[in-house]
């Protein structure tokens, strides 16, 4: 049923993290000023022994992904409205384990390489879908306490 609000909120929440799975989401300064865009599953970082080393994080390309997939799920679930909350709020607690994840990666490569780090807006993305998330749970809460009331009026 797209017409109802939470399928607007978490369609929104599913653009949001599909930008986050496929834009760069950071920047690292290297010592001659080059910028390495940073994705969620990690960075081509140039060294001058071995010339280009990758940085894997592949463990938080896998969680975004899962956040997607769950996305998708949740919309699909339409008609099993306890279930789409359930799904909502393990989404929720993954989104906001996706900040710090985020955040952890981009510091351990800053670190490891002696380099600076640039977030973008992006950043902010998971915390914003998980807010849509929220709003969505509120709405399928009421869809489900209105189907509740008239099934007490039969």
């Known amino acids: 049923m797209l017409q109802r609000i939470q399928t607007f909120y978490l369609i929104i929440a599913l653009l949001l993290m599909l930008v986050v799975l496929f834009v760069p989401y950071g920047q690292l300064l ?21 010339g280009v080393e990758h940085f894997s994080a592949l463990p938080l390309g896998l969680l975004v992904c899962l956040i997607v997939f769950l996305l998708l799920i949740t919309i699909l679930f339409y008609k099993k409205r306890i279930i789409q909350i359930r799904i909502c709020v393990f989404n929720i607690i993954l989104m906001f384990g996706s900040i710090g994840i985020m955040y952890y990666f981009m510091n351990h490569a800053a670190n490891t390489f002696s380099i600076e780090t640039n977030y973008n807006i ?9 807010i849509l998330s929220y ?17 007490r009026i039969r």
């Not at 709003?135 to 099934?151: F, N, P, Q, V, Y």
Request: without cysteine; hydrophobic residues 55%; proline residues 4%.
């Open 30 to 50: 290297l010592v001659n000023g080059d910028l390495i865009d940073f994705t969620v599953f990690g960075a081509d970082i140039p060294t001058i022994e071995n």
């Open 122 to 130: 992006l950043i902010v993305f998971p915390l914003i879908a998980a």
């Open 135 to 151: 709003l969505a749970i509120r709405a399928i809460g009421k869809d489900e306490a209105l189907i509740r009331s008239i099934d």
